[in-house]
């Protein structure tokens, strides 16, 4: 793969493990990386943990919105990573290029109940796996061959947390 990637990163809502995603990607990856991230059905907007998180951890939240994939359909990228279940499981749109596509599953925070404390230790757990996960994809050396990418994202996505 070459030395800069362009990730998309699926969810179905698109509110809040994919924007996390994004963002750490992009923070993270220090221009090695030009991370996007879009949903299946998106909710219409970005979750206000989502965004209070990031910006505890110093990351950037300006521009981000809840956005449909078919807005990068006919896209080229590198990878194509979902980090839930749900949009896993779901007919993507055509990217083109041929990315590698690996899934990451992530617990879904927006779905926590509980004392605001219990909430954003939810949101907190997601970021620290996409974080770990994100700096394992960062450790792996530079110009691997395809199939290999595949495999290490996979690996990535099966054994990090």
Same mark, same amino acid.
């Given at each position: 793969m070459t030395?800069?990637?362009?990730?998309?990163?699926?969810?179905?809502?698109?509110?809040?493990?994919s924007i996390?995603a994004e963002?750490?990607?992009?923070h993270?990856?220090?221009?090695?990386i030009?991370?996007?991230?879009?949903?299946?059905?998106?909710?219409?907007?970005v979750h206000?943990?989502?965004?209070?998180?990031?910006?505890?951890?110093?990351?950037a939240?300006n521009?981000?919105?809840?956005?449909s994939?078919d *807005?990068f @359909?006919?896209? $080229?990228?590198? +990878?194509? #990573?979902?980090?839930c279940?749900?949009a896993a499981?779901?007919?993507?749109?055509v990217?083109?290029g041929a990315?590698?596509?690996?899934?990451?599953g992530?617990?879904?925070?927006?779905?926590?109940?509980?004392?605001?404390?219990?909430?954003?230790?939810a949101? *907190?757990? @997601?970021?620290q $796996?996409l974080? +770990?996960? #994100?700096?394992?994809?960062l450790?792996l050396?530079?110009?691997?061959?395809?199939?290999?990418?595949a495999a290490?994202?996979?690996?990535?996505?099966?054994?990090v947390?």
């Amino acid at each position: 793969m070459t030395e800069h990637l362009k990730i998309l990163i699926l969810c179905t809502g698109n509110s809040c493990r994919s924007i996390m995603a994004e963002a750490a990607l992009n923070h993270l990856g220090q221009g090695r990386i030009d991370a996007y991230s879009a949903g299946s059905n998106p909710t219409g907007y970005v979750h206000p943990k989502s965004l209070e998180l990031l910006k505890s951890k110093g990351i950037a939240t300006n521009g981000f919105r809840s956005k449909s994939w078919d *807005e990068f @359909a006919g896209t $080229t990228f590198d +990878a194509v #990573i979902t980090v839930c279940d749900n949009a896993a499981g779901e007919a993507c749109p055509v990217f083109m290029g041929a990315p590698v596509k690996a899934h990451w599953g992530v617990a879904d925070p927006a779905h926590a109940t509980g004392t605001d404390a219990d909430i954003m230790a939810a949101f *907190e757990a @997601a970021y620290q $796996t996409l974080e +770990a996960r #994100i700096k394992a994809l960062l450790a792996l050396p530079q110009g691997l061959e395809k199939k290999d990418f595949a495999a290490a994202l996979r690996h990535i996505g099966e054994t990090v947390s």
